[in-house]
């Protein structure tokens, strides 16, 4: 969901937002989404019944409808690149990180349970270093992960780190120098920071703090 909505926000586009429980979805929300998973677009521009599921789905979907700013790359090379990059960070990594760092702490609050930190502590050092190591490798000292300007690259692997850090973990500046200032440098953007301020309204009530 983030993840649509920062691109939607990157490229101006206005939208409404319907809030659903993907625990307790509506009785047909599976004619819509047949994983019944969020996020799903309605876009009543293309027709009453257009619903697009999947993240990255509508994110492809959204960019071939408008265009600009283009957030996906032009030469070939660097379009496979941010495919794969945001297939990486959207599937494996997302799935890691929620299930061994963000449900622990954030899920256990929200069903009113005691948050096992020290559950999300052992995912944190045992099973998300790996995927640290690799972005840290394929950013190294640029701003970008492809080419030299934002892409769904970026906007897909900065996205699970907001989850993280609503645990309370963030990456190690001394051992993961160059995505820790990526991660920083794109939850700044106003793109993120909306999504973050929101969200965080929520969670502060169940005592839980956003790490940065």
Not at 98 to 111: D, E, N, S, Y
Request: with cysteine; net charge neutral; proline share 8%.
């Amino acid at each position: 969901m983030r993840k649509v909505r920062v691109l939607m926000a990157e490229k101006g586009l206005a939208y409404n937002h319907d809030q659903v429980n993907p625990f307790k979805p509506p009785p047909d929300f599976e004619t819509i989404s047949p994983l019944k998973r969020i996020p799903v677009l309605r876009d009543e521009g293309d027709g009453a019944n257009v619903t697009i599921p999947d993240s990255s789905v509508i994110c492809a979907y959204l960019e071939r409808k408008h265009p600009t700013p283009s957030l996906y790359p032009s030469a070939p090379v660097d379009y496979a690149r941010a495919l794969w990059l945001e297939e990486y960070a959207s599937s494996d990594f997302a799935r890691v990180g929620a299930v061994t760092v963000f449900q622990p702490v954030v899920l256990k609050r929200i069903m009113r349970q005691e948050s096992d930190f020290a559950a999300a502590k052992e995912g944190w050092e045992q099973k998300v270093p790996p995927f640290f190591d690799y972005f840290e490798r394929e950013l190294g000292d640029r701003t970008h992960f492809v080419g030299d300007k934002l892409s769904i690259a970026d906007i897909a692997i900065a996205s699970p780190f907001v989850n993280l850090a609503h645990a309370g973990f963030v990456p190690d500046s001394g051992r993961h120098p160059h995505l820790s200032r990526f991660v920083k440098a794109m939850h700044a953007r106003p793109s993120f920071a909306a999504c973050i301020e929101e969200e965080c309204k929520g969670l502060s009530r169940l005592g839980l703090k956003y790490a940065s």
